[in-house]
């Protein structure tokens, strides 16, 4: 065998290797879901908290949100506020989609985390997991603001004034 054979050959070899051992598209791992500024708006336990976050996806394919659970809620439901005809109402939504180095805005007025009996105080963090189409789970810690959305500290600060 000819030294060019013997080359091609190996070649032949390590790009059939390589192809075996190359995990397919559907099993690959995404990128985690990054969280930031993640706030729940709290006024009593009589009434339900409004979560705020911004999601960050860094993968190159889209991530969609299905759900979330927290221990400081009785329920978490996602939801958006819509207004129409003078008035505003908020909907439930079965899913959020995160387009690929996108990011989706939770915020007063929009999408937001809906916490039914909650169980939390101002100044608390606590945790909250999301979860995705593909079966992956990102834990984020959100802070208890009150009714203005100032962390704790800064209202009673401004209270002092």
């Known amino acids: 065998m000819s030294r060019f054979a013997r080359r091609r050959a190996r070649l032949a070899a390590i790009l059939s290797l390589s192809a075996m051992l190359a995990v397919p598209p559907r099993f690959a791992v995404a990128a985690p879901v990054a969280v930031?500024?993640?706030?729940?708006r709290y006024l009593l336990s009589a009434i339900p908290a409004g979560g705020y976050m911004t999601l960050h996806n860094?993968?190159?394919t889209a991530m969609v949100l299905t759900g979330a659970r927290s221990p400081a809620c009785g329920s978490l439901l996602l939801h958006r506020s819509e207004t129409g005809g003078g008035t505003e109402r908020?909907?439930?939504?079965?899913?959020?989609?995160l387009p690929p180095r996108g990011q989706?805005?939770?915020a007063p007025g929009g999408y937001h985390l809906m916490c039914l009996s909650p169980h939390m105080h101002l100044g608390q963090t606590v945790t909250v997991t999301l979860r995705f189409a593909d079966g992956s789970r990102q834990t984020a810690r959100f802070t208890v603001r009150g009714a203005n959305g100032t962390p704790p500290a800064t209202s009673m600060k401004m209270k002092m004034q």
């Open 90 to 97: 908020m909907v439930r939504v079965r899913q959020i989609t």
């Open 104 to 106: 989706a805005v939770f």
């Open 58 to 60: 860094p993968g190159a």
């Open 36 to 40: 930031t500024g993640a706030w729940f």
